[in-house]
């Protein structure tokens, strides 16, 4: 497997390259319009072929460079059905395996940040990983305050979806304002203050007590998302 | 082996945090003052036991952590001699080994960016890894117009001692200013457009021509970061 991690500093975005060496087919997980000339740069060094470009959610702070990707190199987009996104190549659903080369991601559905949010898991060899998105951030989970998000759905997500995989499983967040690049599902259990909560009614009292103020970007990112970054 | 790479933001420094797994013996390698609560708190949630924080070479972009986290933590503090630096515990010559639990690291002087940089090389398994500091960045080189630098030297240090070794070593390097995280010694071979150059000559004047400004905290940073990031 190839893999490469990307940060896009404005909005403090991860991007995540995952390749097939065998094939050289490669997905990107979560671009970021701005940043699309270095993916295409990125894929032509390493002489992969993009096959397509996925997105954890409908982003209310950067906008995707999934349809920008698909005119350039014929890959195809996926978002989460619950997007109603008429734009995408593709809407995911629960379970669905997403062939990259002979990589397979599986899409989980983990709503409560937004009611579409997947995090796609990847076994290779002994080792697993997850790209969370924002539903499990390091040290951190996603807010659940707009986008018929819900703190509810997002325990459930995080508990019986999550939490529940090996310890030793990587977890690569959609964010991080901090600079940490990567975590582990048992470093989270154990640290994330978010995830010491003693059951759901709890979890939705310290969501609902956060009081954020809307992403900047919010009402021009969401509609443009919705159409593949190409509004 | 434990691996983290953590970023600051503000001078878009990348920190590294090696550890042996078996002992919980740690190093970091070019720690950022500001962040230096953020180390203590992954080190006490990973369980680990610092030994000794790096510097690849006297900064002129940010100030090191190293002898704050010496008071806190009893660590040693490493920089090349060539830094003259008086409060450093310890000062590093070419070839030398530096133990981390199980592990080592080996210093590899590799003057040029400064006339104190020094490149830490590590294998682990199949796996080798450079920390490059300001030697080799991706796609790029450092800067070679101040603290007694010299792109005749970084053409020796690049092409002598790091391309040299196996196209698959790991380049992880001590900034990134668009967000990419790692390479390999075959990536840059190829890609850099620094390292195409016919030979030393040409890199000089490559180099000559860039005409930079001085980073802007370089006349507190250098007495602060020989110093050990007290002054």
Redesign the interface.
Known sequence: MIF??????ES?TYTYLIACEKTGKAALIDTVKS?VP?YIQ?LR??NLTLVCALDTHTHADHITGAGELRDLTGCTTLLGEEANSTCVSHALRDGEKIPVGELTLTALYTPGHTDDSYTFHLTEGDEQYLFTGDTLLIRGTGRTDFQNGSARDQYQSLFEKLLVLPETTWVYPGHDY?????STIG?EK??NPRLQVKDAVAYVELMSNLKLPNPKLMDIAVPANRACGKH
């Open positions: 490469r991690q990307l940060f896009e500093q403090s940043d270095q990125l060094e390493l901090k600079g940490w690049t990567r470093e154990a640290h």
